[in-house]
């Protein structure tokens, strides 16, 4: 093919993919030199202007002579925007990458740059398979591929290398007979305001709290299951897989802080929300918080949220259930004062710390009983 020429421009109204060309030489530079880009992208550094024209007039033309390497410029309102690329094909299965230049980001551009790129693997190369892959942590490039719709994600614990080591990788793909959109929610958390606290998402912020209440020893009675010892490390996991629940559809996890400084008093969540209509409920108190009737409270608020249709901003569900050990007097309390009702007992089955076991109670709500 001849390049530039042959270079099909895709285009969905708003966005434009065109062949890139030498003028995009320093826009290509201002992005790759983005801290945010470096930190996510295997970008040489420093990235210079001779690299930038090196892989615009050499490697990126031979990619498409080639057809090994198909790579556009995403334009929007006439300005470069970042940068699309399909590689591979073997087998009909090949991959893509995104990049946004830092001034396009939050408007979307990625995500219909993904999906024209996508729709001419189908349509144009006759793929039957698009992968995407990206370290773990960058929330922002797995947002554009969840809204493309790609799916069956998995983590390759150390599959990718980046800054010099081995990181953990997300990877997923979209196949030709695939829904082209998200399959299935990514939750938002809403911010609910009353007088005695604050229901908000979890912030980085709220690591220090996370220690506290883990190395607490009666949260290490009732949950077992908290790995000891629990510093920086451990609190900055659970904080990632608060945020893994929304991305993955599956739970909510609300933070009760104080209405003043913020500060975290309590969790609320609901999980297993990609069963259909249905949700497991959970929550805790910091240690500062206990015995004010701040967890009855705000669960009492999660329940109202839990119940809202999906239209009106809440989670769409028709039952919640939640367990709670027979000695835990303060979790039955909870559960008996926001409307639950006991359905049965798991005998000896959960596990304490000296390796005894206690019987569980279950508790269920219907949506018609609040």
């Known amino acids: ?125 006759g793929w039957n398979r698009v992968t995407w892959g990206a370290f773990v942590g960058n929330w922002g490039s797995r947002r554009v591929a969840w809204r493309v719709g790609f799916r069956h994600l998995v983590t390759a614990y150390g599959g ?30 809403p911010v609910v305001e009353t007088d005695r606290f604050r229901l908000r998402a979890y912030r980085d912020s709220d690591v220090e709290r996370t220690i506290e209440f883990s190395n607490d020893q009666l949260s290490l009675h009732w949950l077992s299951m908290i790995p000891q010892p629990f510093g920086h490390a ?31 008093l309590g969790d609320v969540s609901i999980a297993g929300l990609l069963r259909e209509g249905g949700g497991e409920l959970g929550y805790c108190a910091h240690p500062a918080a206990r015995g004010l009737g701040l967890v009855t409270a705000a669960v009492g608020r999660v329940i109202e949220q839990a119940f809202l249709p999906v239209d009106q901003g809440g989670l769409g569900r028709r039952r919640l259930e939640l367990v709670a050990a027979r000695g835990n007097l303060a979790s039955i309390k909870v559960a008996l004062s926001n409307g639950f009702t006991q359905t049965g007992v798991r005998r000896a089955a959960d596990r304490r710390r000296d390796g005894s076991y206690e019987d569980l109670l279950t508790f269920d709500l219907l949506s018609e009983e609040r």
């Open 234 to 264: 451990e609190a900055e996991r659970y904080l990632a897989s608060r945020y893994e629940g929304l991305a993955s559809g599956d739970r909510v996890s609300w933070v009760i802080a104080d209405p003043v400084s913020d500060e975290m």
């Open 1 to 125: 093919m001849r390049f530039p020429d042959d270079v099909p421009v895709l285009t969905d109204g708003v966005v434009r993919l065109r062949a890139p060309r030498v003028d995009d030489v320093a826009a290509t530079v201002e992005m790759n030199s983005d801290a945010e880009t470096r930190r996510w992208n295997a970008v040489q550094v420093p990235y210079r202007v001779e690299d930038a024209r090196q892989a615009l007039t050499e490697r990126i033309p031979a990619g498409w002579r080639n057809g090994e390497l198909w790579t556009w410029v995403i334009e929007t309102d006439g300005r470069y925007a970042g940068a699309v690329v399909l590689s591979g094909g073997e087998s009909g299965v090949g991959s893509i990458g995104f990049t946004t230049h830092p001034a396009a980001r939050g408007r979307g551009v990625a995500t219909r740059g993904a999906r024209l790129a996508v729709a001419y693997a189908f349509d144009v190369l």
């Open 160 to 189: 990718g290398i980046g800054r010099g080591e081995r990181l953990d990788e997300w990877i997923a793909s979209i196949g030709r007979d695939d829904e082209r959109g998200p399959a299935h929610p990514w939750w938002e958390v």
